[in-house]
């Protein structure tokens, strides 16, 4: 069973820093493009960044580019989302979501490419 575990999320300032976990487990034994996407109250999720499996590639939504950084560390099955600068439009519930790949440096930002997904973590950016 397939299960992503995200954490991290809370109620910050707006300029202030915070970074997001995301710990799988029961992945099948391939490729996997690890990713982050943020859904804000009445509007669709959408794509915030995403990682290839080697670390090599890594791909952002303009709206984040520079405050935003994917990392991921296989040996521990986990992917951080590390955000700077965060603004009041940043909050949303965060999800993280894998994708099976064919190939060790694929990135993808389509969210029908993702198989599986997490519960999401909440952050909040307010004054």
């Known amino acids: 069973q397939v299960e992503l575990t995200e954490s991290g999320g809370g109620l910050v300032q707006p300029g202030d820093s915070l970074r997001l976990s995301c710990v799988a487990t029961?992945?099948?034994?391939?490729?996997?493009?690890m990713g982050w996407f943020r859904q804000a109250p009445g509007k669709e999720r959408e794509f915030v960044a995403s990682i290839s499996w080697n670390s090599k590639n890594a791909d952002w939504s303009d709206s984040v580019k520079d405050r935003f950084f994917i990392t991921r560390d296989n040996a521990k099955n986990t992917v951080y989302l590390q955000m700077y600068n965060l603004k009041p439009e940043d909050t949303a519930v965060y999800y993280c979501?894998?994708?099976?790949?064919?190939?060790?440096?694929?990135?993808?930002?389509?969210?029908?490419?993702?198989?599986?997904w997490g519960q999401g973590t909440q952050v909040t950016v307010s004054s």
């Open positions: 979501a894998a994708a099976a790949t064919q190939y060790s440096d694929t990135i993808t930002s389509v969210q029908s490419q993702y198989a599986y």
């Open positions: 029961g992945l099948p034994s391939t490729f996997h493009v």
